[in-house]
């Protein structure tokens, strides 16, 4: 390819990207859709790690920068959506810097536009979600360490450590990432120095990393009132998110069945082809394309450093992460979109020009279409909460729910509605009201899980609920039913 030809095709996709951003922009959703974003948005407007606002670990940066901007924007969830944006954008220089180790100038901008075009990490990143903020400072570490172990020296170090920091304070779940510094170390060890000044320099390192992650947690457990206090939030948040409601312990199905999902479902269907047969299709042309035959050459310790981060969460997000919500994988589908888009670009190809262009445009249009249609049609939660409004503005009624309860909430919804979590909290609960009742389909499926199976003959369905399921696989769809019996028995 003629470097005409590349000037000709990089001011095309970058024009198609600039239109495509500011649509992005403009196309914010204006939805609290979720237990999470409630809790970020109570967050900014009241930091209280004692009624959860938000949820351990407090994600205090991410918070803090929705702070910021909430001071010109009332509405918080408009306020985080905007400071993830400014990130955004921010990430673009580490992204070309990465790019450019590998690749010319020319084709680095290039593929900086195309890995921003994917269409499941661009979709995700409009929600008021940490993930959305925490991908680019996960992109300014990444960076940072890839050229501390290229450098080897004492100093280079600093960044990554300070924004290894950062990032674990607006996305502790990405600590997996953390293994990027013991390379470094170990590279630091075995290429430079004397023994008595690289032993100062990792004591050093050490020390600043202590401090820089003492900074956020010292300040949330100010906040919770004492760092005891602070431990046992900690430890009851995560005993309920590693065991029966955070979906993260092994399913029935087994290890394999787990496995098959992860990579087939959530990193390949979802995150590296945004469930589009067309992209599917494409990308696996593209791969076909791009081969090449194998020319074994010694990776440097930068191309070490990455493939070592991406196994490293990829194992996280299998055995730690909660499976049935695959934005858990967006760090792994932009490495791998990373490393593909490197691939194909090093391959030069004037026939991949085509083919790239229309993969770009795929991307572009899947992720214009789900932010579309998830801006244009409120949330299967949303919709609940209008259908029960309507139905108690005729007689009271009663709503017990799962999670939703907390959007309810946040909502200010004017029907009475109560989290419950056992079926005989539910019975206890029901003798005290003459309320009609309803339930929602989370909470039968729970009842069901707890051996309550004969309760089909209990209730009555009454209509089902639905939106997008890229941005809320939980709660995309809503059953609601109607308990035929205040007494439990069917009239």
Known sequence: MSDKQLTKWLLGIS??????????????????????????????????????????????????????????????????????????LSAGLPVYWLFGHYLTKKKA?????????????????????????????????????HRAVLLKTKDSAILPILLFALLMGIRLSYIGFGVGLLYYWFVFWKESGKRSEKLKAISFHLILLILSQGVWLSALAANAGSLSTLIQIAFGFTGGHFTEWGGTAEPGGGLFERLGNYIFINIAWNGLFTQSPWITIVTVILVIFSVKPIQWKKPDNGSILLLIVFSSYFFWGLFAQNIDKPRHIL????????????????NGKPLLMMTVSLWFILHIGTSVKVISDYHSSPPAIYKTASFFSEINEERPIKVYTWEETRVYSYLEVPFSHTRVLTYSQFLQDIEHTSKEIYLTGSVLNGFKQQGMNNLDEKVEKVQSFHSQELYDPVYSSITVYKWADKKGERR
């Open 15 to 88: 024009i198609v990207f600039g239109l495509y951003f500011i649509y992005r922009v403009y196309m914010l959703p204006p939805y609290a859709s979720s237990w999470d974003e409630v809790d970020y948005a109570l967050g900014v407007m009241e930091f209280d790690l004692l009624k959860m606002q938000p949820h351990f670990p407090g994600y205090p940066f991410f918070i803090f920068g929705g702070m910021m901007v909430h001071a010109f924007l009332d509405d918080p969830i408009l306020s985080l959506q905007v400071f993830n944006t400014i990130l955004l």
């Open 331 to 346: 760090p792994l589908a932009l490495l791998l979109g990373f490393f593909f888009i490197t691939g194909v670009m090093k």
């Open 109 to 145: 901008i290039l593929s900086t536009l195309l890995l921003f075009s994917l269409s499941y990490p661009g979709a995700m990143s409009v929600q008021a979600m940490s993930e959305a903020a925490a991908i680019p400072v996960l992109w300014w570490y990444l960076w940072s360490l």
